[in-house]
């Protein structure tokens, strides 16, 4: 089949078309607070047969335009997560997407094979399938929850680390290498698979760092572009030494992201924007490939189920072992065991064994996919309201401080931006009593729309949003400060060390 000049116009007013409405109905989604793969899946589904008409089938093509897909995503996870923000609970992320992933791997086993009916093997690929989290899916919606670091840093790792022994195991059960292997053999594959991956990240993102530290590049828009490259450079060395390619993608752009790298603001924008890129294409793609003709009440029955005994036994039981020594409450638990959101990753893990051809793959697939569906729209929409409930949100870490940053290169600071809330202490509070480290300070503060430069007796008020530089050694001590006095008011001067001294 050739592809000539007038197909390509036809296809870019095409995607350029539906490029615009999914950035669009990303507002929609937030508004909502649902996550925004479901409105892109959603699109694919009209777009494919059984509506618009677009004929889209080849497994194969999906299996790897999902892998790309879920490379830049990754990536793009690892290069705008902070480390100091996910360190205090990286043990925990680790072991939810390992100990967690193993144990939901187990018990969806089990329930797949006796209480659903399935296959051995089918049952291991649903279990395997539908274990991994979403990064996209889970942070979509908690942007808008205010929670503790050690939460929030739980479910970024765990979402950014548990692809890569998930796509193991799926490659492993779709290619029979379980029954010809035997289980040992397996289990020491993907260990191999993922510490090795994991060695490789860090060899790579340390190598770019110091490259990109020290090469001059004559245009600064080369620079995003070259970080990019050694992500992908990760993944693909991974791949090519038959080691977890996502676990190196991962690892190498945390390491990129965290290193004081030139045009760091420009790198994460474009991380982003490319990020957003890949999971319009991939969530409209994996509707196009769904068949609302064999969508039957049987499927849909299996999906809801299987995502019940995933929701409210298997994920449960897996995040109270893997918390057990960490010191989360019942209630922290309890948040992470609903907030373990499955977005597209599960959709496009089953495209392997049906790109395998092995028996049940399309049944695999559309179960999945209604079940993410489903229990997309029943968890996500209600996290606020269970943080609340639950009391994670608020009391464990005030509103105000969920702060974003813009560096500023030159002089190696950051700019907080940080709002007083109507629960916040930091009410009434001048802003000499902020007690800032030694070089920062609130350069503006914006109250009922207006600017204002603030002076040392400058009073603080409920809906004041203030905008604070920082030099970045001094961040991580500006934010514990900030958060200290909206705790404590006045009385923080008294708690703890002084920042300052």
């Known amino acids: 089949m050739t592809f000539d000049a007038h197909q390509l116009d036809i296809a870019l007013l095409a995607g350029s078309a539906i490029t615009l409405l999914a950035i669009l109905a990303v507002r929609l989604s937030a508004g909502l607070g649902l996550p925004s793969l479901l409105l892109y899946l959603l699109m694919g589904v009209v777009l494919g047969e059984s509506v618009i008409g677009i004929q889209f089938d080849d497994a194969q093509l999906a299996h790897a335009l999902g892998f790309g897909a879920l490379v830049l995503i990754l990536g793009e996870g690892g290069l705008t997560t902070s480390w100091e923000g996910i360190k205090p609970s990286m043990r925990l992320g680790v072991l939810l997407a390992t100990v967690g992933v193993a144990i939901s791997v187990g018990l969806m086993t089990l329930f797949g094979h006796y209480l659903l009916g399935l296959d051995w093997r089918l049952a291991a690929l649903l279990g395997a399938a539908i274990s991994a989290t979403d990064a996209a899916a889970v942070f979509s919606v908690l942007r808008t929850v205010p929670l503790p670091r050690r939460i929030t840093g739980a479910l970024e790792a765990e979402s950014g680390l548990n692809d890569a022994p998930v796509v193991v195991l799926v490659v492993l059960l779709s290619s029979g290498a379980d029954t010809s292997h035997g289980i040992a053999s397996m289990v020491g594959l993907v260990v191999y698979e993922l510490v090795v991956g994991v060695l490789l990240g860090l060899a790579v993102g340390f190598l770019g760092a110091w490259t990109m530290g020290r090469a001059a ?33 991962y690892v190498a752009a945390l390491v990129l992201g965290n290193a004081e790298l030139p045009h760091r603001a420009t790198t994460r924008s474009f991380a982003e924007g490319v990020a957003w890129m890949a999971q319009i294409g991939l969530f409209v793609m994996l509707g196009l490939l769904l068949s609302p003709g064999r969508i039957t009440p049987s499927t849909i ?17 897996s995040v109270y072992v893997s918390a057990l020594g960490s010191g989360l409450g019942r209630r922290e638990r309890a948040f992470l065991s609903w907030a373990g959101l499955r977005g597209a990753v599960p959709i496009v893990f089953t495209t392997i064994p049906l790109a395998e051809g092995i028996d049940g793959g399309e049944r695999l697939f559309d179960i999945v996919f209604v ?18 409930f639950l009391g994670v949100a608020q009391q464990a870490e005030p509103r105000e401080v969920a702060i974003e940053a813009a560096p500023l290169e030159r002089i190696a600071a950051d700019l907080l931006q940080v709002r007083v809330t109507s629960r916040s202490k930091m009410h009434g509070v001048e802003v000499g009593e902020l007690r800032l480290p030694r070089g920062a300070s609130v350069s503006l503060i914006i109250r009922d729309g207006e600017l204002k430069v603030p002076e040392r007796r400058s009073v603080l008020r409920h809906g004041d949003e203030l905008l604070v530089v920082t030099p970045r050694k001094h961040r991580h001590a500006t934010e514990e400060r900030l958060r200290l006095v909206a705790r404590g008011g006045r009385l923080a001067q008294w708690l703890g060390s002084d920042p300052a001294e």
């Open 371 to 388: 079940m993410v569906v489903v229990f997309t729209l029943v968890t996500g929409p209600t996290l606020p309201f269970v943080a609340r």
């Open 217 to 249: 590049l004559p245009a600064s828009g080369l620079y995003p572009l070259a970080v990019l490259s050694f992500c992908i450079l990760a993944y693909a060395g991974g791949a090519a030494i038959h080691a977890s390619g996502f676990a190196a993608v």
């Open 301 to 317: 029955a299996l999906a809801m189920v299987a995502g019940a005994l995933l929701t409210l036994v298997a994920r449960p039981i």
